[in-house]
């Protein structure tokens, strides 16, 4: 897939500090681009820099293929982590506002507005006033107006804050329906649950450098570590050159659970050794594969040894 936007050796610096050190990406169009870091690696600069809140001190942002511009902002919608609704206005008159300064006409703007509101289901909500709402009702106006224009690109930065289980699955709905439709999005999140349900691709920032890249798939493949689960009754011990057991619990009525790593060898061949060895059944046997949660952990202490997860965020 060709890039629709491109990110070339970006740097910005505040005072003395680095906000971004020669950051290189490309965002394949038509998918969901997951731009990861931990809090201060550089993401909400690199974002400002897109929107073009704020400048690049070198390198340069294209958007498909042209040098990014103020022309490219009416096929750019932003819905940020800090929502921007105006309190006291009605949600009506400030999506037709908002909608006109995107570039619609009011004809346009309201047909549009119309089709949002019926779709989630909020026509009800038209003459209340933002403050009425609860945080949830408010994401959805907010979201409204960052897809009402019908960018090409979207920059989700946490758009599941605020919202229930229901609500979030139905936001998640509407954000693979805009894909499907062509739209490119960069999510930007701390839910890594969310990171492998919906990317296509990630890129992960830390202390302002990019240090992981590629699609979702190959970049779990790579760090595969050849270890297996296995869970089964009996009394299982492994004692063989070629395979290290990293986890054993013994668990109720005789059942186990293994986590092994295979040294040498292959899956079938432990899966052998496995089924010969006595008194045991084995009854699940299936690859460890690292979750993007654990490759992002493993991949921000390599470059930050000191690094903490938030237990409230990445670890969720």
Known sequence: MKPILQAIDVRKQYASHTALDGVSIDIPEGSIFGLLGPNGAGKTSLIRIITQITGADAGEIRFRGERLNPSHIGQIGYLPEERGLYKKMKVGEQLLYLAQLKGLSKAEAREKIKYWLDRFDIKSWVDKNVEDLSKGMQ??????????????????????????????????????????????????????????????????????????????????????????????????????????????????????????????????????????????????????????????????????????????????
Request: hydrophobic letters at 40%.
């Open 139 to 316: 994401q959805k106006v907010q979201f409204v107006a960052t897809v009402v224009h019908d960018p090409r690109l979207l920059i989700l930065d946490e758009p599941f804050s605020g919202f229930d289980p229901i609500n979030a699955n139905l936001l998640k709905d509407e954000i693979l329906a805009l894909r499907e439709q062509g739209v490119s999005i960069i999510f930007s999140t701390h839910r890594m649950e969310s990171v492998e349900e919906l990317c296509d691709h990630i890129a992960l920032i830390n202390r302002s450098k990019k240090v992981l890249d590629g699609p979702v798939r190959q970049v779990r493949d790579a760090y595969r570590s050849q270890t297996y689960e296995v869970e089964g009754r009996g009394r299982l011990l492994v004692m063989h050159p070629d395979f290290e057991v990293l986890e054993h619990k013994e668990r109720e009525n005789g059942h186990f659970y293994d986590r092994i790593r295979i040294v040498h060898g292959t899956p079938n061949d432990l899966l052998r050794y496995l089924i010969g060895a006595g008194n045991v059944e084995v009854h699940a046997f299936r690859e460890k594969v690292p979750s993007i949660n654990e490759i992002f952990i493993r991949r921000v202490r390599e470059t930050q040894p000191d690094y903490v997860p938030e237990t409230d965020s990445v670890l969720a």
